[in-house]
Structure formats: C-alpha cells, structure tokens
C-alpha cells in the first residue's frame, strides 16, 4: 500500500525546550499495544497498511499474568515482550514509544508529551484501563496496585522482602499480615498464590510457627469471590483459598489505608504494610478530558463496527470501549466484559473493517464469540466455565486447561517455551521464591 506519512517541523517559541514540534501522518494510527492494538495492528500489517503502533511502553504485557511476575512464578520477560520484537516481520508497522497526552478525535490525531503531533487518516484508540481507587483515603498512597507489569514488578519486590523476613533462621520478629483488596479474578489469584509461597514452598522447611505469624486478607463487599463465576465456582473458590489458609472477609469495604494498615466498613482494623489494590478499574483522565463520547463507566460509546459514536474515521477497542453485545440477553444489548478476549476479538474485527473503509466496502457489525471465562486458585486448582453456556469444570482439569490456555495467548514463542519451562519447576517442585531483590 502507498505510503501517505510526511513529517513537518516547526519551531517552538522562544523559551521553550530546543527540540522541534514534529507532526507526523500516517494512514492508521493506533494508540496502545495491548491485547487490542497488537491484534488489529498484526492484521493490518499483514496486508501491509502502514499503521504507527504509540505506547508508553516498548513492550506488550499479557496483563492475566502479571500476578504470576508478583509472586515469582515468571519473570518479567515471560509476561514482557519487546513490540518491535512482534512486528519485526511487519515492515508496515512502525512502533513509536511515547506518552500521549491529548487526543483530538476530530482532526484524528494525538499529541505525545514531548509535543510531537501524530494525526491519521484512521485513529484507533485501545489505551486500556487504570486503577481505580474510588475515592478511599490513603489507598492510592500506601496500596500495591495489581495492573501493569511495572505494578506487579514492584509488588514482587516487596514480597520477596517479605518473604525473606518469614524464610529466616532468625526467627519472625512481628507478624506479617498481608491484605488483598477485591475478591474477582485479580484478588483472588493473587491470595492463592501468596498463600501458596507460604504454606507449600517455605513453611514445610521450618518446624512450625511460620503459618500462625503470616495470615494473608482478602477483603471484598459482596459475599463472593469470582463475581462473574457460577454459584458452583464461588464455593470452590472459597473452600481452596481458605484450605490455604486465606482469611476472609466478606460484605465490608475498605474505607481508609495507612502505612501501616486498613480501616474496614464494620468497624475493625486490620495492621498491614502490604496492602494489594485489586478493587476496580476506570478509564484514564486522558479519555475523559478528550471530546470523546463516555457512557457507562466512562468508557467511551462505539457503534456495532467498533468506530466512536459520531466519529466515523476514529475506533476505539478493547477494555477502553463501550462496546454493545449485540447477543444481549433477553434482547436488551449489554455491553462486553473487559477481558483480554472481548479485547483481541475487537482488534480483529475493527482491522477487518479498516480493510473495508480503505477499500471503500461496507463494514460490519463485531459479534463476540464468547468462550468461556477461567481463574487459577493454586496449584492443582482452577475454575473454568467454558462457552456461552458455561459449562463449569473445576481441579485439575481446569488448572490445566488454564495452563494450555494462557500458554498460547502468549504472543512469541519463546514466551511460551519460557512459561512452559517455569510452570513444570514451579507447580512440580517447591522451588518457588527464585528470584532475586534488586535495588
Ligand atoms: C491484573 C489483571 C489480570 C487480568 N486477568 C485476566 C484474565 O485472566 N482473563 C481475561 O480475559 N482478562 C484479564 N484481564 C483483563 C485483560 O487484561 C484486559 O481486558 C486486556 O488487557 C484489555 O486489552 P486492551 O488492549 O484494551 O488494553 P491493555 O491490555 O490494558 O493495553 C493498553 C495499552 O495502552 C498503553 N497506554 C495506555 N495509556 C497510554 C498513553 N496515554 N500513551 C501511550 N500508551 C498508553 C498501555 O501501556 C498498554 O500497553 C486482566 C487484567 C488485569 C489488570
């Protein structure tokens, strides 16, 4: 395909920093390399559309693993790999490291921190969510929040310290009490795995003790875990984490973090100084100081072809959009969960319809094929309800099935001969906490 890119200098007034204002075009613009942006902008290249990948970050991250990096299952490149590294075979797709700071869907086009103006004949936005700590005072503060890679790389450094307070021939001076914040998919992986370190790898080396000096929390509001699951997957979920020793606490709400603990909603306190934030997502204030249509959420309104409701030449992907299940129950339509599937489904289809828009087709309506829903406990232990249907299995055969499952969504392969590598140590030895606490 022709290439339309240009790039135009102009220089900054006086007083500002030397460098040029730069504005760059290109045919197909995507703002976020995730799940979203690297399916659409591997199809896209594919049939050679010149697309200019912008991320914060010069790697992907398969974000349903980054709790495995926090609690030293897999390391950082595992969950981590270079963008330029998956589109090496795309001489198409460029990829540019950069903060964007605006967004203009009328002249499609974003601006990056350092000024630079990349406008485009078609925009697609898949920036993905933030944390959201929903108001409740210190939270942001003093919480490990459970998002990004560099979340989960910060949360594995403390709990190695942690770790190696407990795993001591000296002995456990105070006890160590860990609070997970959120009871979905997040929280409660995180527990088990925690819990895990703890009761399977470091305290059958020690004569006893170690179990009654570290507890790990798990707070939630509701009165389940794994919201989104079955009846069936609730209990199990709740009988494995508390075999691990998982201490509960259902239908109270945190309402205050310090440094050293939280205030719960039924009056109790629990002392803490690694308080895990897994409670909730929102949009980023990029989105919301944009002109973008929000809806529910303050995600951002999309048509059934996944372009931004009154924005014909600008699309918006994965976790970011509103994006209407045209299946909806009852024949109301709904809108998509956030999960990685919904997310590369619609980087799919959205591709397929920029093929059409530059050929001048009609686009089509994305239709989500939903496969099912799954969340790992611990060793040996996992839920899965596969398809619409959701047909619930539990155990070993779901553990499996989520191994083989996220195994190949990794996106190179030598990611996945990696995880492969580590998941056969980790789940068939006690050789977990093998990391090492750097800086
Ligand atoms: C801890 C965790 C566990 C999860 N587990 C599961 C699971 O088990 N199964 C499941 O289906 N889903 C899971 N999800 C949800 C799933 O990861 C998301 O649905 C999916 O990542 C959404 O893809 P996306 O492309 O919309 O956004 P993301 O994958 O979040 O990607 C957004 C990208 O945009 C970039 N970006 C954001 N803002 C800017 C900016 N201003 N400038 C430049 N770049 C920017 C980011 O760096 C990032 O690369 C999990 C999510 C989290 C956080």
Not at 283 to 307: C, E, F, K, Q, Y
Not at 327 to 346: C, K, M, N, W, Y
């Amino acid at each position: 395909m022709m290439s339309t890119s240009f790039v135009a200098m102009t220089s900054r007034g006086r007083g500002t920093a030397d460098k040029e204002l730069q504005t760059v075009h290109r045919e197909v613009v995507v703002v976020g390399g995730g799940f979203a942006g690297l399916a659409l902008a591997d199809r896209l290249g594919r049939d050679d559309v010149e697309v200019l990948l912008i991320d914060r970050n010069n790697y992907h991250q398969f974000k349903p693993l980054n709790y495995q990096v926090a609690t030293s299952q897999l390391g950082i490149s595992e969950v981590g790999y270079p963008l330029r590294g998956i589109f090496r075979r795309h001489d198409s797709v460029k990829v540019a490291v950069g903060e964007v700071v605006a967004i203009d869907p009328d002249a499609r086009s974003v601006t990056l921190a350092d000024g630079t103006v990349c406008t485009a004949r078609i925009l697609v936005l898949g920036v993905g969510v933030d944390a959201n700590f929903f108001g409740v005072p210190g939270a942001e503060e003093h919480c490990y929040p459970m998002y990004t890679l560099e979340d989960a790389e910060r949360l594995s450094r403390r709990l190695i310290s942690e770790l190696d307070r407990v795993d001591s021939p000296l002995g456990i001076t105070s006890d160590i009490d860990v609070v997970i914040v959120g009871g979905g998919p997040t929280g409660v992986e995180l527990a088990g795995a925690i819990a895990e370190n703890l009761r399977v790898v470091i305290a059958p080396r020690y004569d006893g003790g170690i179990a009654s000096k570290v507890t790990v929390h798990l707070v939630d509001h509701g009165d389940a875990l794994l919201k989104p699951f079955s009846d069936a997957s609730h209990s199990y979920a709740r009988r494995e984490l508390e075999q691990l020793g998982v201490q509960l606490h259902f239908g109270t709400s945190v309402t205050s973090v310090s440094a050293d603990g939280v205030e719960l909603g039924d009056g109790s306190r629990i002392d803490s100084d690694t308080v895990v934030w897994a409670g909730g997502q929102r949009p980023p204030s990029l989105i919301a100081d944009s002109s973008l249509p929000v809806g529910h959420g303050g995600r951002i309104n999309v048509n059934d072809d996944l372009t931004v409701t009154g924005h014909d030449g600008v699309y918006a992907l994965g976790d970011i959009a509103l994006i209407p299940d045209i299946h909806g129950r009852g024949g109301e339509t709904t809108s998509l969960p956030q999960l990685g599937s919904v997310a590369q489904q619609s980087g799919q289809h959205a591709a397929r319809n920029i093929l059409a828009d530059l050929a001048g087709r009609d686009r089509s309506r994305f239709k989500y094929r939903d496969k099912g829903i799954m969340a790992m406990i611990g060793r040996g232990a996992a839920v899965a309800e596969i398809g619409r249907g959701r047909r619930h299995i539990q155990g070993h055969v779901a553990f499996l099935a989520w191994l083989g499952v996220h195994v190949m969504l990794l996106p190179s392969a030598w990611q996945r001969l990696a995880a492969v590598s580590s998941w056969v140590t980790d789940y068939g030895t006690s050789l977990r906490p093998r990391r090492v606490n750097v800086g």
